[in-house]
Every structure is written in structure tokens, then in C-alpha cells.
């Protein structure tokens, strides 16, 4: 806080955030609202590379905006903005549709196809068409099910048997759902058991300092048991450094994603590095 002479000899007290945060905010959303209409969003893809066999068998498409006023912004802030104001559905919709225009491209260029994983929000998971509508985008864009993967947080499983409802319908579609973020929202575990998902994705938080924190490697260590145990496949996220993993591979982690194999990429360096 500070004191703010109003001009007219009176001082009020100011919160210096709050002036640079919600005039921001409301700005960015009123810009965001363009941003589809612009052209302004784009699709980056981060490799994932398979322990076992050294390769990359699959990518996450993470969303980018770069806007005239602000430039390039992070997911991190727009993406809230866009939950919030309910933007999310058509960005979210957006992100499904381009995933699957690649999809696409890249079988008429006749590479190889990969999987693919988008971030799903709670409020896209929840709406109603949501299950039609990806059975519609495949046929669409005739894509093999088993080429979408379906990244939804435990934020998304609120209730039972809307969740199980939606999980079930996209399990008979026969797309991939991966829990993102594992371990660090309130669900109890017993939704292991309930819902048919396939993969879990462990927190890079938890992989960050996994070299020194005796507690961040137990937590790991049975993250991945668990997830061996399940029959369900493990990512770990956020791999930066070799020792990180030395430390995944020893404990059998399927998975790892990390800007020690790549930074998330437009579509163009993708097809240039992966699939020439
Ligand atoms: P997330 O789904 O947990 O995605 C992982 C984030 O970690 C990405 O940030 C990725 O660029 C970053 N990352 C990857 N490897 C490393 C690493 O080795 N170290 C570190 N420190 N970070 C790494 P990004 O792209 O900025 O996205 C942030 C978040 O925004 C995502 O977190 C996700 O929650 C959300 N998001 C991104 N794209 C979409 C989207 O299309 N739809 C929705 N609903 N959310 C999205
Ligand atoms: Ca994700
Ligand atoms: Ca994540
Ligand atoms: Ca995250």
C-alpha cells in the first residue's frame, strides 16, 4: 500500500497491485475475446519421450497467444482469465479442432501418427456436448481414437457420477484420458478405482529438486509403483536435468516430458524435427 495524493489535498490509500492487476486483467480478457477472430492463438507441441525405447511416441499441445498489445502471453495468466469469463469453452473448443487439423495435415504429408494430449479445462469436461463433440471432431477429421489423449485434472472429477458418466462414454470412443497435475489437487485416491483413466501424469513439482528431497522421491517412487500396480500408464513432467532422469529410469518411469528433450515447438519445427 501507499498514500496517493488525490489532488485536491485529500491522501488515500492505494494498493499498488490491485491498480496494475484487475485494469490488466479486464483488458487482457477483453482482448483475449479477439484473439481466436485475429489469429492470434497458436498450437505448440512438446515431445514426450518413452524410457523403454528412447523415442518419442507422443506430444502435448500446449496453447500460445501473442497479442499485439501484450505479446506473447503464458498460458499460466490467460488461461485463468479465460476460466473465469467462460472464454474457455470456445478456446478450449479451438485447441480441439486445431489438434485435429494437424492430426490431419500430418497423415496427408504421410508421416507416421502420434498421439496427441490436450489440456482439457473442468468447464469444457463438463458441458454437456462435450463427449459428441469429440466423437464428432475424430470423424471429422477421421482420426484413429487412440491418437487423442485427454488431459483433465483432478479438479475436473467433482462429481461421481458425472464424472464416471463422461469417463465411461469417452473410454467406449476409445481416446486416451491422462490425469494431469497427479497429486496435487484434494481428490482421495478411491477415484483410481471408479474411473477408467489410462495414464497419470506426476506434477513437476514433485520432480523438481527429486535429487535432494528424500520426501519428493518416495512420493514419486510410489507414484509410479501405484501407477504400475493400476496397469496404467506414467509420466513424469518438468524433466530438466540427466540426474532427474537417472532417477525416473531407475524406478521404472515410463515416460518423461522436459526441457531436457525439448521445449514446447510450433508445428513447423515439430514436422522438421520429428518427422523428417
Ligand atoms: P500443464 O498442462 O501442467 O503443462 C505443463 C507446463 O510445463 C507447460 O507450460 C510446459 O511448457 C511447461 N514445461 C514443460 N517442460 C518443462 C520443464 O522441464 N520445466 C518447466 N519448468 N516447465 C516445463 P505452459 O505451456 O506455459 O502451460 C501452462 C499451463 O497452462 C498448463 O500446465 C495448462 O494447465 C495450461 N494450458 C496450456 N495449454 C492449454 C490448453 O490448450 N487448454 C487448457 N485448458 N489449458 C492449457
Ligand atoms: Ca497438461
Ligand atoms: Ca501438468
Ligand atoms: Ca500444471
Not at 477421421?142 to 475436473?156: D, N, R
Not at 497427479?182 to 481428490?187: E, K, L, R
Request: glycine share 4%; aromatic share 12%; with cysteine.
Amino acid at each position: 500500500f501507499y498514500m496517493k495524493n488525490n489532488g485536491r489535498g485529500h491522501y488515500c490509500y492505494y494498493r499498488e497491485e490491485l491498480n496494475h492487476y484487475f485494469p490488466n486483467e479486464a483488458l487482457m480478457e477483453a482482448h483475449l475475446h479477439r484473439a481466436i477472430e485475429l489469429n492470434e492463438l497458436m498450437i505448440y507441441f512438446q515431445p514426450q519421450v518413452n524410457l523403454e525405447t528412447n523415442k518419442i511416441d507422443s506430444f502435448e499441445a500446449l496453447i500460445r497467444w501473442e497479442n499485439r498489445k501484450f505479446g506473447m502471453v503464458s498460458p499460466a495468466q490467460f488461461i485463468p482469465i479465460a476460466e473465469s469469463s467462460g472464454l474457455i469453452i470456445s478456446i478450449g473448443e479451438w485447441v480441439l479442432e486445431r489438434v485435429c487439423q494437424y492430426q490431419k495435415e500430418w497423415r496427408e504429408c504421410g508421416f507416421k501418427p502420434v498421439r496427441v494430449a490436450v489440456n482439457i479445462s473442468p468447464k469444457q469436461f463438463k458441458q454437456k456436448s462435450f463427449v459428441k463433440r469429440i466423437s464428432a471432431l475424430l470423424k471429422e477429421y477421421a482420426i484413429e481414437p487412440k491418437y487423442l489423449e485427454l488431459e483433465i485434472t483432478e479438479s475436473s472429477m467433482t462429481d461421481l457420477h458425472e464424472t464416471t458418466s463422461i469417463l465411461k462414454r469417452l473410454k467406449e470412443i476409445g481416446v486416451y484420458v491422462s490425469v494431469d497435475d497427479f497429486g496435487t489437487g484434494y481428490s482421495s485416491l478411491s477415484y483410481l478405482k471408479e474411473y477408467p483413466i489410462d495414464i497419470i501424469k506426476i506434477d513437476q513439482s514433485f520432480i523438481v529438486d527429486i535429487e535432494k528431497d528424500q520426501k519428493n522421491k518416495a512420493i514419486v517412487e510410489t507414484i509410479i509403483l501405484l501407477a504400475q500396480n493400476l496397469g496404467l500408464e506414467v509420466i513424469a513432467e518438468g524433466v530438466e536435468e540427466s540426474g532427474q532422469e537417472q532417477f525416473l529410469r531407475e524406478n521404472n518411469c515410463q515416460k518423461v516430458q522436459g526441457y531436457l528433450y525439448n521445449r514446447p515447438l510450433p508445428a513447423k519445427q515439430i514436422v522438421e524435427q520429428y518427422f523428417h
